[in-house]
């Protein structure tokens, strides 16, 4: 333990608790001094490092030193505040930081008072806080350091000096001129990638909410494909429908008790058409047909010559040119399975084209019948088609894939009474039946040279009320007279009265609707092949077919 401390001099003004050290004790509500910017100048001395200028020597009064003490208690100089400062601040020493004051400590246990304070106060050490300073006599003039001196920047540190020189490097290598451009070039081209990505970035969401959402104000334009060729290969619908539709024709009949649509096409440009003949009964002697083309045009036409149990008619227009033909193909190189399509005009939409296959050859039907003597009956050994065909198809053709007729559309099979096309209404469910190309080619050059068409006999009377498979020769004809004509076909290939036809050519036939389809199917002296069942024994037959006038 030491000894009480000597005591220390006291300022000479009073003790005040409010006043600002280090004049009096901070009080416990004492403000911290402001600072405030030194009014100095600043100069070289002969080194090139800016020295402050030595403020006037405090007066002697607040300099005093204490009896008995070598070194002075310094007095803090207190200046008017400058302009932008209201706060006075203690200026530096002419020579930088002045030496901390001697403590007045006393010496430590065991080493001399003197010893104690010279190491406790080494005048060479610079001050922390430059804030206050011994007076030189006041005939000294400021010692300037030795021009070979090494400054040492701590001591003339001046926070509010202005900058005495440039800034001096660091260290690291200097770019050349070549360097700083490369730097410039690349900074450049990621600048110029950076923002290309960006406009990109934007353009793409500010694109995409345009098309969705367009402009206020804009009017909306939907994307469109570009017009295409109006041309269509041979081979497709569209390329059928293209060359047949001008040779299609429209009818509409008028007569005295109804009336009624259909279709036809131009047989020859001297203006035969070809249709069915259920769709130019309703003219009747003194009823009128219309024809309408594809044009628009529209012509008159006259009856050239009809027959009901082919269903076939052929009329004819006058004083019409340009006319173009239909091909004609042939109905038996037709496949099942084959493409096709029908032209019509179903329910008076003319011009209607429609597609499908065909789904069966050979389909024995027959339609008509209304008269009640079934000599209207028509008796088709028919093609079927799933094309759909309507009521106002009749009498249209039905073409294959290089736009030629194969048939004549001319019954359809319907959901709601199964009759023909012209008592069905319910529309088409995928059963349409046509005659045969080749048939109607027969009839219709016989109506066109001759006003009438023939037909191909046997020359026996069928039992039509026979349930029995096959067809039964009856028992009398319809005269009362033998059921096998005299001297007919029938007769000379050796027929009776009883037999039972099983087969035409080969195929089976199941009644007697279906013998007389297969023989209107051939011509006036075609030779048959048929199958005869008589007493339980089968036998073949040759029978060469002769015609409905005798012949």
């Known amino acids: 333990m030491t000894g009480p401390a000597p005591d220390r001099p006291e300022p000479p003004q009073a003790y005040d608790s409010s006043s600002t050290p280090p004049y009096g004790v901070p009080g416990p509500w004492a403000p911290a001094p402001r600072v405030q910017h030194p009014a100095t100048t600043t100069a070289t001395h002969g080194t090139g490092i800016p020295t402050p200028t030595p403020l006037p020597v405090p007066p002697a009064s607040m300099a005093e030193r204490s009896e008995g003490q070598g070194t002075a208690i310094p007095a803090r100089q207190t200046r008017a505040p400058q302009e932008g400062h209201d706060t006075p601040t203690p200026s530096p020493s002419p020579d930088g930081p002045a030496a901390l004051p001697p403590s007045d400590l006393p010496p430590l246990e065991g080493q001399p008072a003197d010893s104690a304070q010279d190491a406790a106060s080494p005048l060479d050490a610079p001050a922390l806080f430059p804030a206050t300073a011994t007076a030189p006599p006041a005939d ?68 995409a909410y345009l098309e969705r959402n367009g402009v206020a104000g804009d009017v909306v334009e939907l994307p469109q494909a570009e017009e295409e060729p109006a041309g269509r290969a041979p081979g497709t619908v569209a390329g059928i429908a293209a060359r047949a539709l001008p040779s299609v024709v429209t009818l509409h009949v008028r007569g005295a008790e109804e009336s009624g649509t259909g279709t036809g096409f131009v047989l020859d440009e001297r203006g035969h058409i070809l249709t069915n003949n259920h769709v130019v009964e309703p003219a009747g002697a003194d009823g009128e047909i219309s024809v309408t083309f594809q044009s628009g045009d529209t012509a008159e036409a006259t009856v050239v010559g009809r027959d009901s149990g082919y269903d076939l008619a052929v009329v004819e227009v006058s004083g019409v040119g340009g006319l173009r033909p239909m091909p004609l193909g042939n109905s038996d190189s037709v496949q099942v399975g084959d493409p096709v399509v029908a032209i019509g005009a179903p329910f008076d939409l003319e011009g209607t084209v429609t597609s499908g296959i065909i789904s069966a050859k050979e389909r024995p039907i027959t339609a008509g019948g209304e008269s009640g003597e079934g000599s209207d009956v028509s008796y088709v050994d028919a093609l079927q088609t799933d094309a759909p065909i309507n009521p106002g198809n009749s009498g249209g053709p039905l073409l294959d894939s290089r736009a030629r007729v194969i048939g ?21 469910i995928g059963l349409g039946f046509a005659i045969p190309v080749n048939q109607a080619k027969r009839v219709a050059e016989e109506l066109i040279n001759t006003g009438r068409a023939t037909h191909p006999v046997i020359g026996v009377t069928l039992d039509m009320d026979y349930t029995g498979d096959g067809a039964r020769i009856g028992a009398k004809g319809s005269d009362a007279g033998p059921a096998v004509t005299p001297g007919g076909p029938g007769d000379r290939a050796g027929l009776r009265a009883g037999d039972v036809i099983t087969a035409v050519d080969g195929r089976r036939i199941h009644s007697g609707d279906e013998l007389i389809v297969k023989t209107r199917a051939h011509r006036p002296g075609d030779r048959l092949q048929l199958t005869v069942k008589r007493a339980g024994r089968e036998r073949n037959l040759s029978l060469v077919l002769g015609s409905s006038d005798g012949g």
């Open 140 to 207: 000294q003039p400021p010692v300037s350091p030795p021009a070979s001196a090494t400054p040492n920047p701590w001591r003339n540190y001046d926070p509010w000096a202005p900058v005495p020189a440039p800034l001096q490097q660091t260290g690291a290598a200097v770019d050349t001129e070549g360097a700083r451009r490369r730097r410039a070039r690349r900074v450049l081209l990621v600048g110029v990638l950076l923002l290309a990505l960006v406009a990109g970035g934007i353009g793409g969401v500010v694109g």
């Open 408 to 428: 004549i559309n001319s019954a359809i099979r319907s959901a709601d009474d199964g009759a023909g096309s012209r008592t069905g209404q319910a529309g088409s």
